[in-house]
């Protein structure tokens, strides 16, 4: 809207001339509310010698003769008026595509965000929502071509450009513009909606949509954004949405070709809004997209080291075995899967091939399982994805226990033991059998597969669970083959380890969760997924360790430390620490187990662990 036919500026103007507020209602009464009506109220131009027509009129409007002082300010106000409107209609004939927008004057800024706070009255206009002037200036453009160009939403910026201070040589202070010119940001969800809000408000501003109009396009770009995609289709990007915004205006201007309309509600392009909101042109580009395939493997140079880190978790090893080859298990029913590498025990005794084809993948299997269970020995490991097994014994293992590990999460899919005084029962062959069902989803589990039955329970989810054992003729391995398994981590049975088990059945058990126990070594060059301190070295273990201040310190010195604190501890540690909830009674055994078996140099800030361990 021109400066010359804005009523609030018509007014603010009158005002300011010393025009009364009487005289200016019977003017605005008499239809003659804006600068470019008033310069033509009569057939007199300013610079005339006759003035007659002028005044006529003016006694016409008011009903009676206007005062000397009344005359001069409606003289100054017509000389105003008459100049500013030729001037526009001027500008208005010379001006290309390529010409700045025209300014708004101040008061029809201000009388238009008025009425729009007031029509718009549930939305707060103001800070991050509140259009800058020059988009509204654009917007107002936008009307007086009667076209509807592309509005990129990243033009659309908040309130007004920023302003700076700045010192002249002179030492005067000056307030100015800075001189960058930045878009708006919308690299979030928050801020792209913002930006819209304010394109939005500017459009219902310059009188070319309705903001409640503009508003339901808003709704529908977010309502795709977070709609779940299907299997295998990506949720709707960014990038998407503001695609389909561009293409709205596209269709929008290619139906308003012939110029926008005026209509009576003040708001032309409602109905063509609406139209181009449905257009098949625009909505497709708000489909979910095919998500991207996972990038391919590359072999790097520092892959080994990479493989062979000091922590392993249980995701890390989901991952490999996602990538290792898989087969048909040789137990269980309905399908699943499963990897499997270590020694075999058949008609013969020997390595599976899978140690020479992925002698890495081995390595890295076989650290994971003494990193979770460091004193379990163990032959062989077996990866199963999705395998039930019936009730069965493994009698091609050997008298030590089985280690199972979970490697996803998954709801129920327990093992069950068979065990006489076992408080849960399963129907086996027609006869119920007393057992344990050991939650392996909640961590670890040991069992004896060889003398005890045992089964898998139904499950929830993908269950994913790693074996470690040991084959029933180990002994038989050759000198080679065990000192192969041996280089690649393996935890091989010694003979009173054999006889140990013989005659003592490992009990179904459960062990620590988290899976990972580090006995951090003094030296470089430890392992402390395998490193356990001999009985002339003492450990340093702290518990509540916090920052691990202490550790570090002892480490430092040479000393094997073990700092342990929950998984929520707020410090940043200075050592590697063990994350173990003293509320678990796990906890509590493995303490007792640790102090019982190792020398400890031992140092908390709690008395009552003090207490329990002393007793222990």
Not at 239 to 264: C, K, N, P
Not at 384 to 396: A, E
């Amino acid at each position: 809207m021109a400066v010359t036919e804005s009523k609030a500026n018509f007014s603010s103007r009158a005002k300011a001339l010393g025009l009364e507020d009487p005289v200016l209602v019977k003017f605005v009464d008499a239809g003659i509310d804006c600068m470019s009506k008033y310069a033509f109220l009569s057939s007199y131009v300013p610079g005339s010698t006759d003035e007659s027509p002028f005044t006529a009129a003016i006694v016409k409007v008011l009903g009676r003769d206007p005062s000397i002082a009344e005359l001069s300010v409606l003289r100054r106000l017509l000389h105003e008026s008459y100049n500013l409107t030729v001037s526009e209609l001027q500008s208005q004939v010379e001006r290309t595509d390529d010409s700045a927008p025209r300014k708004l004057a101040a008061p029809d800024r201000a009388d238009r965000l008025q009425r729009q706070q007031v029509r718009l009255s549930g939305l707060t206009i103001h800070g991050p929502t509140l259009p800058g002037h020059a988009v509204i200036e654009r917007s107002d453009v936008r009307g007086e071509r009667a076209s509807l160009l592309a509005a990129s939403v990243v033009k659309f910026k908040k309130d007004r450009d920023d302003k700076m201070l700045s010192v002249d040589g002179a030492g005067h202070v000056s307030l100015r513009t800075q001189v960058a010119k930045v878009d708006a940001d919308v690299s979030s969800d928050l801020l792209l909606k913002l930006a819209l809000t304010r394109r939005g408000l500017a459009l219902d501003q310059a009188g070319i949509v309705t903001f409640s109009e503009h508003e339901r396009w808003v709704e529908a770009l977010f309502t795709a954004r977070f709609r779940d995609p299907p299997d295998n289709y990506a949720r709707v990007t960014l990038q998407q949405l503001m695609q389909a915004d561009r293409q709205l205006f596209v269709e929008a201007a290619d139906r308003t070709r012939h110029g926008i309309q005026l209509v009576s509600d003040g708001k032309p392009v409602d109905k063509i809004w609406s139209e181009a909101m449905t257009c098949n042109n625009v909505t497709h580009l708000l489909q979910p997209l095919v998500a991207a395939p996972p990038a391919p493997f590359r072999p790097g140079p520092y892959d080994d080291r990479r493989l062979l880190g000091k922590w392993i978790e249980q995701s890390d090893v989901l991952k490999l075995f996602d990538c290792l080859p898989k087969a048909a298990p040789q137990r269980g029913s309905g399908g699943g899967i499963s990897f499997t590498t270590g020694a075999f025990a058949k008609v013969k005794v020997g390595l599976r091939s899978n140690v020479a084809v992925f002698p890495k993948s081995t390595q890295v299997l076989a650290a994971f399982v003494r990193q979770s269970a460091p004193a379990h020995k163990f032959t062989t490991v077996v990866i199963f994805d999705g395998v039930r097994t019936s009730p069965h014994r493994d009698q091609q293992n050997f008298f030590l226990p089985n280690l199972a590990i979970p490697l996803s999460s998954f709801a129920e899919g327990s093992i069950w033991v068979q065990s006489s005084k076992g408080p849960h029962a399963r129907t086996v062959d027609g006869s119920t059998l007393q057992g344990v069902a050991l939650p392996v989803s909640d961590g670890p589990v040991l069992f004896d597969a060889r003398r005890q039955m045992h089964l898998t329970d139904v499950w929830q989810g993908r269950r994913v669970i790693l074996v470690a054992f040991s084959i029933s003729a180990f002994d038989k391995l050759s000198f080679e083959a065990s000192q192969r398994l041996i280089s690649l981590d393996f935890a091989l049975p010694t003979a009173p380890e054999v006889e140990h088990f013989r005659e003592h059945p490992q009990l179904p058990a459960r062990l620590p969760w988290p899976p990972r126990f580090p006995l951090l070594s003094g030296s470089p060059g430890s392992n402390p997924a395998t490193d356990v301190p001999g009985h002339k070295d003492p450990l340093f273990l702290e518990l509540c360790a916090g920052t691990a201040m202490l550790s570090r310190c002892f480490r430092e010195a040479g000393v094997p430390v073990m700092p342990i604190d929950h998984q929520h501890n707020r410090h940043h540690p200075l050592a590697q620490v063990c994350n173990l909830s003293l509320t678990e009674d796990s906890t509590w055994d493995f303490l007792r187990n640790l102090v019982r078996d190792h020398p400890i140099l031992f140092c908390s800030r709690c008395p009552a662990l003090w207490h329990m361990l002393s007793s222990t």
